[in-house]
């Protein structure tokens, strides 16, 4: 890894390109470039076959600037340091303060590989790339520039080995509150690595890891506890705390979720209720059981009964021809 600074004095850990990779990458490349220029200059012949030796000849050095030079200038500028053949290898074309390169970067870096490159078939590419130390060759000198890997491969996460079984749980009440996370990233990348160092070498590490983890939490270990066990039953205790944390923290957002929407619903017996907020009651609200609901008394109510209307009086003086027509509806008794 190189350490890039940045203009804000941070560190970057970027992992320079070497020979091969950045040569598989201008071949690639330079195939490219070169079929582009043999499919222009075959168009150009056909074009240029009634023009005078001198015009052809200007033609065909504008053509050569033009695909071999400043196809090539454009393509990084564009893509911020990615040709075709760096996004095939993974790699890429960055700042000396890992940022990524503009016109002029890209202008100076083309330039010098007409010279690097292709007049000299790529040899002070290749001597400058292996003298350098970061894999440079004299355009990214002249630049200003780096070519990195983008693509890293995978790093394989060991799990850290669990403490032997009599020591699980002994450290159930050890407060682990001023324990740095660096002192805990050394005991895991110690206790992951532990079966690859020596003996002796491992031995005084976890002893020294062991003591700065007392000095921490105030708390010596048992007698008669090796200090690689130590670590190990530590770590795991810390890892079971962690867990509990997170299904804890979990555990009641669900149940806030269940519990938001109760509202302000009555629910009566071992009915079905709604609330207004949302809630939903089934025999009482969440939390409540149903026996604990108190059942509704609904008292009788009597109604007295109808008398039936009195039949009115017929008018006097009256005659049938003055009462209104007939509709067919008769009043109920």
């Known amino acids: 890894m190189s350490g890039v600074v940045t203009g804000d004095a941070v560190v970057l850990g970027l992992q320079p390109a070497r020979l091969p990779s950045r040569a598989l990458a201008v071949l690639v490349d330079l195939a490219v470039v070169w079929a582009a220029y043999l499919l222009v200059m075959i168009g150009l012949a056909v074009a240029t ?88 060759r004299l355009g990214d000198v002249f630049a200003g520039t780096l070519v990195v890997r983008e693509r890293m491969p995978a790093a394989r996460v060991r799990p850290v080995p669990p403490p032997p079984p009599w020591l699980v749980g002994r450290f159930a009440g050890l407060d682990l509150s001023a324990v740095p996370e660096a002192l805990w990233l050394e005991v895991r990348q110690y206790l992951t690595r532990a079966r690859e160092l020596d003996p002796a070498v491992g031995r005084q590490l976890a002893e020294r890891l062991a003591g700065e983890l007392v000095a921490r939490t105030g708390t010596p270990p048992p007698a008669g506890v090796p200090a690689e066990a130590y670590l190990a039953g530590v770590v795991a205790e810390r890892q079971a705390r962690d867990a509990r944390r997170a299904f804890a923290e979990t555990g009641s957002g669900h149940g806030a979720g269940r519990g938001a929407g109760a509202g302000p619903g009555v629910v009566a017996g071992a009915g079905t209720g709604t609330g207004a907020g949302g809630g939903f009651g089934g025999g009482g609200a969440f939390g409540v059981p149903a026996a604990a609901v108190p059942p509704v008394a609904v008292a009788p109510v009597s109604v007295p009964p109808v008398a039936p209307p009195a039949s009115a009086p017929p008018a006097t003086g009256s005659s049938r021809e003055d009462a209104p027509p007939a509709t067919g509806f008769a009043p109920p008794a």
């Open 49 to 136: 076959a009634s023009l005078d030796e001198a015009a052809v000849t200007a033609v065909s050095i504008a053509a050569f600037l033009l695909v071999l030079v400043g196809a090539p200038i454009a393509v990084e500028t564009l893509s911020h340091g990615r040709s075709l053949g760096k996004m095939a290898c993974g790699l890429r074309v960055v700042r000396d303060d890992g940022g990524p390169i503009r016109f002029r970067h890209a202008l100076v870096r083309g330039a010098m590989g007409v010279v690097e490159i292709l007049m000299t078939l790529g040899v002070v590419a290749c001597v400058a790339s292996l003298v350098s130390e970061r894999g440079r």
